[in-house]
């Protein structure tokens, strides 16, 4: 049984820019949700994907897109990147949204 | 909106000691969650709450649900339990993702 997997670990992009992150579910998870971690903070609920559609989200600007795919591995994009949009960006993939979180290792995205 | 309050921000302790990490929230939820984060940045579940106790090794986590109250403890300290712990909630159905508290920087020296 795998955990979660993001790619890539770091990443640094110039404001204006578009980025995509990826996150592998665990095996067996037909859910996955992103989150955004700014330095010394809790982590905040940007959307959740079940079965490939999106069914919550949170308080976040539409340049802000996912995916997820058959397999239930999910993309983030961010769409005309800004300096705030440092941070750490975490996936946490779960079965039918419960019973438990995976989470993994985030990517840590720096805007320059 | 849930709220999540988490006491204290920063601990440090000796080797040994027992540990106590407040959770309190201003919401009626489904689920409280304790997780661990370590310097690299990856979470770890801890425990997944919705009434009563649970144990894992030197961990306890409780909940009373009437008090909207949590909280995490660590029996025999060690400094390998050196991390950020984390809670948060979940509302029924989990559309609404986690909402979670600021963590406790928790620093256990030999």
């Known amino acids: 049984e795998t955990g979660v997997t993001q790619s890539p670990t770091h990443l640094i992009k110039t404001r204006g820019q578009q980025v995509t992150l990826r996150c592998s579910s665990q095996?067996?998870?037909?859910?996955v949700s992103w989150y955004q971690q700014a330095l010394g903070q809790g982590p905040q609920f940007i959307f959740q994907y079940y079965r490939e559609e999106e069914n919550g989200r949170g308080n976040f600007p539409p340049r802000f897109s996912g995916l997820q795919f058959p397999n239930y591995s999910s993309e983030l994009n961010v769409n005309a990147l800004e300096l705030d949009d440092s941070a750490l960006y975490l996936c946490?993939?779960?079965?039918?949204?419960?019973?438990?979180?995976?989470f993994g290792s985030g990517t840590r995205l720096t805007v320059v | 909106k849930n709220e999540v309050e988490q006491s204290p921000q920063n601990l440090t302790a000796q080797e040994g000691e027992f540990i106590t990490i407040n959770c309190s929230y201003s919401v009626g939820i489904s689920a409280l969650h304790w997780l661990q984060q370590h310097p690299g940045g990856g979470i770890v579940s801890l425990f997944m709450l919705s009434s009563g106790k649970k144990k894992h090794g030197r961990l306890i986590a409780t909940i009373n649900i009437q008090e909207k109250h949590s909280s995490l403890h660590i029996t025999a300290s060690h400094p390998r339990d050196s991390a950020v712990y984390i809670c948060a909630v979940e509302a029924g159905g989990g559309a609404d993702g986690l909402t979670f508290g600021k963590g406790t920087h928790l620093i256990i020296q030999p």
């Open positions: 946490a993939s779960s079965y039918d949204g419960g019973y438990g979180y995976t």
């Open positions: 095996s067996g998870h037909n859910t």
